[in-house]
């Protein structure tokens, strides 16, 4: 009974780190807009930022194994 509560608490964690890492995707694809309307220097600084932060919650994702 007590892993079975412990597996839906990672499950929830999961979820939310999921739907994140779907609200950076939609983000992504507009900065792809803009970066083929202004430019690729005119995003280069948020392509950054969204890099790491998806980044770390594909590590939390990883280490929540």
Known sequence: LLSRG????YKRQHIHIIRQLIGESTNLNQLARQA???GFFAVADRCKEMAQHINLLIK????DR
């Open 60 to 63: 939390r994702l990883k280490d």
């Open 6 to 9: 412990l597996g839906d608490v």
């Open 36 to 38: 083929n309307t202004y």
